[in-house]
């Protein structure tokens, strides 16, 4: 088993939102049919901006895109009015590890 998940339909692409969770489990033949019937690009929506394809598609292999506020404060809930930046990926692993490490 795959994920745990709550199965739960979307009609445009007839597939499973892997971001609701509950005491279910999927298998991996459903969770991909999930992620090549559109999910992820449910799941991501709110982590995009105008322009993102844009941003990613210039980062090398080692890199991630930083932004402050970080997304998961109120302020930096709105990615498009973040500053972003493409920095090394180990360093923004480290970051967000350290905060969440901080918040408990």
Not at 72 to 93: F, H, N
Request: proline content about 7%; hydrophobic content about 40%.
């Amino acid at each position: 088993m795959v994920a745990v998940i709550e199965r739960q339909r979307y009609p445009a692409t007839d597939g499973f939102c892997p971001a609701r969770r509950s005491a279910f489990l999927l298998g991996y033949t459903d969770w991909l049919y999930a992620v090549l019937a559109g999910s992820l690009t449910q799941f991501y929506d709110t982590l995009r901006w105008p322009g993102w394809e844009t941003e990613a598609a210039a980062l090398k292999l080692n890199e991630g895109i930083h932004t402050w506020p970080p997304p998961s404060t109120v302020e930096g809930k709105d990615l498009s009015t973040a500053s972003r930046k493409a920095v090394p990926m180990a360093q923004l692993v480290s970051f967000h590890h350290e905060m969440a490490r901080q918040l408990g």
